[in-house]
């Protein structure tokens, strides 16, 4: 079974980090272009940021460029999201997704930005 | 700039055939995916490429596509189909951005 799993979310202090990540199974991350999506309490989905296969090519939502660092480890079938200048903003769920004709999603993973 | 535009409420009786749409300029060069989203889970793909359906999801659960607007169509809704329903498509820059319509929330009266 195909299998994204979130880790790594909690409470941050505003301006500090944290690093996410996504553990993949049942099938080879190599292959598959991978996003994160974010969605804050009460709101709707946001794209957050999309990584190729070799890495090669890195894309950014605007609310989140310079700050957020997308990156993967294909040996390890990982996916990652360094969170750096976090802002109250910045608190949502967390989901990895896999590019595919049908997408498949994680769980998710909460992070909260607190003053 | 560019969006994807969803009502933001659809109610229908059980039994009946709830229709949300999304519209957005862009969406004849696009697929369009949808995704149900019930209170504190992650989403779940419904349909995809406009009109596949996912193994396990139910057949009363159909896209269509026409012009610049996608309908997800569920016949014979039923209690369980509360939720939450986004759709989701590429951006209009050519890149590989996913844009999210604002969600649509189904009432099952």
């Known amino acids: 079974d195909v299998q994204l799993v979130e880790s790594g979310g909690g409470l941050v202090q505003r301006g500090g980090s944290l690093r996410l990540s996504c553990a993949a199974s049942?099938?080879?991350?190599?292959?598959?272009?991978m996003n994160w999506v974010r969605q804050a309490p009460g709101k709707g989905l946001e794209w957050v940021s999309y990584?190729?296969?070799?890495?090669?090519?890195?894309y950014y939502a605007d609310s989140v460029k310079g700050r957020f660092t997308i990156s993967r480890d294909n040996a390890k079938n990982s996916l990652y999201l360094q969170m750096d200048s976090l802002r109250d903003g910045d608190t949502a769920v967390y989901y990895c997704a896999r590019e595919a004709h049908a997408p498949h999603w994680g769980q998710g993973t909460l992070v909260t930005v607190s003053s | 700039s560019y969006e994807l535009t969803q009502p933001p409420s659809v109610s229908v009786s059980p039994g009946q055939t709830a229709r949300i749409t999304c519209s957005g300029d862009e969406l004849p060069k696009h697929y369009a995916n949808w995704y149900q989203q019930k209170p504190g889970q992650a989403p779940v793909l419904v349909i995809y490429?406009?009109?596949e359906r996912p193994s396990g999801i139910p057949e009363r659960f159909s896209g269509s596509s026409s012009g610049a607007t996608v309908t997800l169509t569920i016949s014979g809704v039923q209690a369980e189909d509360e939720a939450d329903y986004y759709c989701?498509?590429?951006?209009?820059?050519?890149?590989?951005?996913?844009?999210f319509g604002g969600g649509t929330k189904l009432t099952v009266l």
């Open positions: 989701q498509s590429a951006d209009s820059t050519g890149t590989p951005y996913w844009l």
């Open positions: 049942g099938f080879s991350l190599s292959s598959h272009n």
């Open positions: 990584i190729s296969t070799s890495s090669k090519t890195i």
């Open positions: 490429e406009d009109s």
